[in-house]
């Protein structure tokens, strides 16, 4: 066991994961309702950066429809954005966890 090189794999996966976790922080995705109706910006971490809603989601005529309209809308849009980044994530995040459930060789429980 050349305890260099796995010292070395190791030091690289931390870079990897750095450079991953700092992706996701900067990355922002846009999940979309109603046919674009409702708009959600979320961080690559999944935080709420921004919520847009047209006012052609607004029916004057019937407040309260629209009330349950938009909050139905603002949640879907949510939940698209939240599946992007849940995407985002494990595209960023996936090969390296991956390479980690494999185990370091020849250290038993790594």
């Given at each position: 066991?050349?305890?260099?090189?796995l010292l070395q794999q190791a030091q690289q996966m931390q870079q990897q994961l750095v450079e991953a976790q700092?992706?996701?922080?900067?990355?922002?995705?846009?999940?979309?309702?109603?046919?674009?109706?409702?708009?959600?910006?979320?961080s690559g971490r999944g935080q709420v950066e921004d919520i847009t809603i047209s006012p052609d989601a607004v029916?004057?005529?019937?407040?309260?429809?629209?009330?349950?309209?938009?909050?139905?809308?603002?949640?879907?849009?949510?939940?698209?954005?939240?599946?992007?980044?849940?995407?985002?994530?494990?595209?960023?995040?996936?090969?390296?966890?991956?390479?980690?459930?494999?185990?370091?060789?020849?250290?038993?429980?790594?």
């Open positions: 066991m050349d305890m260099q090189a700092q992706a996701l922080e900067d990355a922002e995705v846009e999940g979309t309702s109603g046919g674009g109706l409702v708009k959600v910006k979320l029916d004057a005529d019937d407040a309260s429809e629209t009330v349950e309209t938009i909050a139905d809308l603002v949640l879907a849009a949510i939940r698209d954005a939240e599946a992007q980044v849940e995407r985002l994530q494990q595209e960023k995040m996936g090969p390296l966890t991956q390479g980690l459930g494999g185990g370091m060789p020849g250290l038993p429980g790594f």
